[in-house]
């Protein structure tokens, strides 16, 4: 499998959980073809382990797993503080709209049905890379933001400080 447009960063860890030993291994394969870094977790459990541990910033997770099942593994990384900006990508064979509603309500970005197809699944994952570049730049934006704001504040006391020396030395001195 061949992937188009690999991201300008290049690699990205992905956790994979599925408990398909099949299924696993196609996600793992069309994510090595894309360039990234899998991480692979055969149940729920394993897969919250994995994410503690690395903290990567694309999970990849099938809903029906033995231990914890998809959606709660997606709300737990969603309570977890760096789980805001982790892409979650649920697959799933259930495809109603209740389907859809409790993906999104456990806190999924996007959404796939079985069977997975290597191209349906290469256009998620360039959707994920887009999604974490803007994460990336927005949390870079807000950290410049913060920094300047600092500076400027250690700024403002500078000259308040200036004011309160010199309005007493100009009196002495005169």
């Not at 990849?60 to 033995?66: E, H, K, N, R, T």
């Not at 979650?88 to 209740?98: K, S």
């Not at 993906?103 to 349906?120: E, H, I, Q, R, W």
Request: charged share 30%; proline share 6%; aromatic share 4%.
């Amino acid at each position: 499998t061949n992937c188009p447009q690999l991201p300008p960063r290049g690699l990205v860890r992905v956790l994979l959980a599925d408990d398909d030993a099949l299924m696993r291994l196609l996600l793992e394969e069309v994510l090595r073809a894309c360039g990234h870094q899998p991480i692979a977790a055969s149940d729920g459990t394993e897969a919250w382990a994995a994410f503690e541990r690395e903290l990567p910033p694309m999970v990849i997770l099938d809903w029906q797993m033995p231990g914890l099942d998809g959606l709660e593994v997606c709300r737990r990384v969603r309570a977890h503080p760096e789980g805001d900006i982790t892409f979650v990508l649920m697959v799933t064979a259930r495809d109603r709209a209740d389907d859809l509603t409790a993906v999104l309500d456990a806190g999924a970005d996007d959404y796939m049905s079985k069977p997975v197809t290597p191209d349906n699944l290469q256009a998620r994952l360039r959707i994920a890379e887009r999604r974490i570049e803007v994460s990336r730049a927005r949390r870079t934006a807000e950290l410049e933001l913060r920094r300047a704001r600092y500076l400027a504040g250690i700024g403002e006391t500078t000259l308040a400080l200036h004011h309160e020396i010199n309005n007493p030395l100009a009196a002495l001195l005169t």
